[in-house]
C-alpha cells in the first residue's frame, strides 16, 4: 500500500474532542487502503504554558532541561490520539521521536535531524498499525532528547515522507491552504491552490505561518509533495506544495504569488566602525556562536575606511544580539543602536529579479501611503521592506490590492 504522512498542528488536537475528531478523519483515510504515518503536535497552546512554567520555577532553566520538558507536550498528544484511535477499533502505536529513530544534531531548542532511522515504523506498518509520532522532537548523540524549534513537527513530518518514500505529506492546520495575504488582514486574499517550493520557502521564511521553512526546503531537496489541508474543512482542496512539470508555468505568470509579514522584528546598527578585509566576519560571527539568526543586512555610509551596518533579528534576540554587537563596534571604535517596534512586508513571486518593476512599484505603493522604509532586501523572488510595526497591516493591504492578488487566476 501507499503511505502518507499525516501532520496534524497544535490547533487540530487542542481538546479532547478534536483528537476524537482526527481519530475519525485517519479512520476513514486508513479505510482507504493507506498506510498512514501521523506526526502530532502539543495540544494548543501547551508549549507556551510549559515554558511559563519553567520559567516559574527557575530564573535561568538549562536548553538541555527546556527541550526534557516541551518534549512531553508531543508526547501526550501522540499518547492521546493512539488511546482515540484504539477506541474506534484502529490499531494505533504512539512513538516519541527518538523511539521513531529520529536522529539529531545542533542545539538544544533548535536541533537539526541529521538521520532517521525508520525500520520500526516499517516494522510496525507492516503489522498493519497507524504509527503515530511525536513531532519536534529526536534524540542526540548523548542519547538526550533534543527539539527542533518552534514549526518543527512540519520539519519531522516531511523529513519522514522523505525516508519513507511516502506518496505525499499532508499538512493539516486550522486554515484551508496558503493565501496571497494573511486573510485576517486582508478578507479578499485568495488560496493559492498550486505554489512551487522556491515561493513557499521564501513566503515562510518571510512571515508566512502556514508552513515552517526548513519543512519547505527539505521537501525541495526530496521531492516530496506537501499538500496543506484543514482539519475542519474537508471540502476544501488546500493547497499543493511541489516543483517539476507542475509548477513550470509559474515562471511566466505575471503576478507575484503572495504579500507576506512579519512582526518579529527588530534592528541594530553599528555606526562608524572601522572596515575592512574580515570585519563582516567580525561582526557576525559572535551573533553565529550564540545561535543568533540574522536577516536584512545592509552596510552604508562607506567612507574613508568607516561605515555603518545595520541588520535585522528576532526581538527575542534583540538584547542579546544588541549586547553582542556593541562589543564590536566598541572593538571597532564605532557605537551601537538598536530599534525595536519594526516589522517586515515582502512581496514574494518567481522570477520577480527579471522584473525589476516590481521593487519600484512595492516602494511606490508604500511611498504612496506614507510608510518610511527602514532597510531593503531582495532575491530572485522577493524584495523585503522593514518598516514601522504599527503600518504593517495597512502596507500589506495597499500592497494586495496594488498587485491586484484578489484577481489572481488559479493555477
Not at 538521520?115 to 507492516?126: A, S, T
Not at 511516502?166 to 485568495?190: L, M, S
Not at 517550493?197 to 506537501?226: C, D, F, N, Q, T
Not at 572596515?275 to 539568526?293: C, D, M, N, R, W
Request: hydrophobic residues 40%; negative net charge.
Amino acid at each position: 500500500m501507499s503511505i502518507v504522512v499525516q501532520k496534524y498542528g497544535g490547533s487540530s488536537v487542542a481538546t479532547a474532542e478534536h483528537i476524537k475528531a482526527v481519530a475519525d478523519k485517519i479512520r476513514r483515510a486508513r479505510a482507504s487502503g493507506l498506510d498512514l504515518v501521523v506526526v502530532a503536535s502539543a495540544m494548543g497552546k501547551t508549549t507556551d504554558r510549559l515554558l511559563r512554567l519553567a520559567g516559574e520555577v527557575s530564573s535561568d532553566p538549562s536548553p538541555r532541561e527546556i527541550d526534557q520538558l516541551l518534549a512531553t507536550g508531543e508526547e501526550q498528544s501522540v499518547a492521546l490520539l493512539a488511546m482515540a484511535l484504539h477506541d474506534r477499533g484502529v490499531p494505533a502505536v504512539s512513538l516519541t521521536g527518538p523511539q521513531a529513530g529520529m536522529r539529531t544534531t545542533g542545539r538544544y531548542g533548535s536541533g537539526v535531524i541529521s538521520e532517521i532511522r525508520p525500520d520500526r515504523i516499517r516494522r510496525l506498518l507492516r503489522e498493519g498499525k497507524v504509527v503515530i509520532v511525536a513531532g519536534f522532537q529526536g534524540m542526540n548523540a548523548l542519547g538526550d532528547v533534543m527539539t527542533l524549534g518552534r514549526g518543527g513537527s512540519d520539519t519531522t513530518a516531511v523529513a519522514l515522507a522523505a525516508a519513507l518514500k511516502a506518496q505525499t505529506c499532508e499538512i493539516y492546520t486550522d486554515v484551508d491552504g496558503v493565501y496571497t495575504a494573511d486573510p485576517r488582514i486582508v478578507p479578499e486574499a485568495r488560496r493559492i491552490p498550486l505554489i512551487s517550493y522556491a515561493e513557499m520557502s521564501e513566503m515562510a521564511w518571510r512571515g508566512a505561518k502556514v508552513m515552517h521553512p526548513r519543512a519547505v526546503e527539505l521537501g525541495a531537496l526530496y521531492g516530496v509533495e506537501i499538500h496543506v489541508l484543514s482539519s475542519f474543512d474537508e471540502e476544501s482542496p488546500g493547497t499543493i506544495i511541489t516543483g517539476g512539470e507542475k509548477v513550470e508555468h509559474l515562471e511566466t505568470r505575471e503576478t507575484v504569488a503572495g504579500i507576506v509579514h512579519d512582526t518579529d522584528v527588530a534592528r541594530i546598527t553599528l555606526n562608524g566602525i572601522r572596515t575592512g578585509p574580515g570585519t563582516l566576519s567580525k561582526v557576525f560571527t559572535p551573533l553565529a556562536e550564540k545561535g543568533i539568526s540574522v536577516d536584512v543586512i545592509v552596510e552604508s555610509g562607506i567612507e574613508e575606511g568607516v561605515a555603518d551596518i545595520a541588520f535585522t533579528v528576532s526581538r527575542a534576540d534583540f538584547a542579546e544580539a544588541r549586547s553582542a554587537a556593541g562589543e564590536v563596534a566598541r572593538a571597532l571604535g564605532g557605537s551601537v543602536e538598536g530599534e525595536e517596534g519594526l516589522a517586515k512586508v515582502s512581496v514574494v513571486g518567481t522570477g520577480m529579479l527579471n522584473r525589476p518593476g516590481y521593487a519600484a512599484r512595492m516602494f511606490a505603493a508604500l511611498g504612496a501611503e506614507g510608510i518610511p522604509i527602514r532597510m531593503v532586501s531582495t532575491s530572485e523572488i522577493q524584495v523585503t521592506c522593514v518598516i514601522p510595526a504599527e503600518r504593517v497591516q495597512e502596507a500589506v493591504r495597499r500592497l494586495h490590492r496594488d498587485f491586484e492578488l484578489e484577481e489572481r487566476e488559479d493555477v
